[in-house]
């Protein structure tokens, strides 16, 4: 048994920190608080907006694939739709860089271009999120038309998957015969 020297621990500068700090007590002020409340509120309605965004698309009929980048030098599918979204997205921007974008990049300096190319990446963030985001809700519409299992019938896949992992062990020291025997069993009485 090692035995720990209570002298040399208690000069240790950083055990004396520690326990200065479990000593003291911390306290934020007000306006921190109210800045971690805000701060909350407004992750919570992002969310929440999202959510709702999403909901009226779906309710307008807008499939995911209908946001499919299109390939280099082809048109989107649905421009029309593409070009209603993208306008939806800048008009949240700010005046002066709604203004930027609509600028030809010939007549922008190098600066203004960084600032362009960042905005246009922003905006195809959004259309990505809108697709996939759709495309998950889509998935698992379809995930659940076919997979209305009961707990009865997921036992019995648990059972199947129990089966097939006891075939595959090799060199086992228990009575692997047995468990796979009873298992098979219970499989047949399904």
Not at 2 to 17: C, E, H, R, S, Y
Not at 86 to 96: E, K, M, N, Y
Not at 128 to 154: C, F, N, Q
């Amino acid at each position: 048994m090692t035995q720990v020297n209570t002298t040399t621990a208690l000069n240790n500068p950083i055990a004396k920190g520690v326990k200065k700090l479990k000593a003291d007590t911390v306290v934020i002020g007000a306006k921190t608080a109210d800045l971690i409340t805000a701060s909350t509120k407004k992750q919570l309605g992002v969310a929440s907006s999202k959510k709702q965004t999403l909901d009226a698309l779906q309710a307008d009929g807008v499939k995911s694939f209908m946001l499919d980048a299109p390939a280099k030098g082809q048109k989107p599918a649905y421009p029309e739709l593409v070009n209603q979204i993208r306008v939806a997205i800048v008009s949240a921007l700010d005046g002066d860089l709604q203004t930027l974008l609509k600028k030809e990049a010939k007549t922008l300096s190098d600066m203004e271009k960084g600032v362009k190319r960042y905005w246009q990446m922003q905006i195809g963030s959004e259309f990505a999120y809108y697709r996939r985001e759709l495309r998950k809700r889509e998935d698992r519409e379809i995930a659940g038309d076919k997979d209305k299992s009961t707990p009865v019938d997921m036992y019995f896949k648990d059972l199947q998957s129990a089966l097939d992992r006891l075939t595959k062990l090799e060199g086992v020291d228990f009575k692997i015969v047995e468990h796979k025997d009873q298992i098979e069993m219970l499989l047949a009485d399904k």
